[in-house]
């Protein structure tokens, strides 16, 4: 059973807003990385986001860069994907995924680093 539970995806319309969460159990998030990853229709599985809980250095794919935000409140151990401007090709299973403990600056960015991994959710963005 993983520690990690994506929630808030759903159907929205171009331009749109959501807001995923990943809520972490059995771990601290105190330092960590956390990615942000999906996987499309008949696409390889991509990375979106990443944070590092050390520094609170966070980067993002260039398709999402400037329409997606990542932030974790660590008191409540849950890492948030603000995801604004959505489009079409967004669509997607969405999840996320730790690496613990991770004293980093900057959180890796491949799929492969990640140990631990959520079930995912699904967002879908179409008229």
């Known amino acids: 059973q993983s520690p990690l539970v994506e929630s808030g995806g759903g159907l929205v319309q171009p331009g749109g807003s959501l807001r995923l969460s990943c809520e972490v159990s059995?771990?601290?998030?105190?330092?960590?990385?956390i990615g942000w990853f999906r996987q499309g229709p008949g696409r390889e599985r991509e990375g979106v986001s990443w944070?590092?809980?050390?520094?609170?250095?966070?980067d993002y794919a260039d398709s999402v860069k400037g329409r997606f935000t990542i932030s974790t409140d660590n008191a409540k151990n849950t890492n948030y994907l603000q995801m604004n401007s959505l489009k079409p090709d967004d669509t997607a299973v969405y999840y996320c995924?730790?690496?613990?403990?991770?004293?980093?600056?900057?959180?890796?960015?491949?799929?492969?680093?990640?140990?631990?991994w959520g079930q995912g959710t699904q967002v879908t963005v179409s008229s």
């Open positions: 059995g771990f601290t998030l105190d330092y960590y990385a």
């Open positions: 944070i590092s809980g050390r520094s609170g250095i966070a």
């Open positions: 995924a730790l690496v613990y403990p991770y004293y980093g600056n900057v959180a890796p960015t491949s799929h492969s680093d990640y140990r631990y």
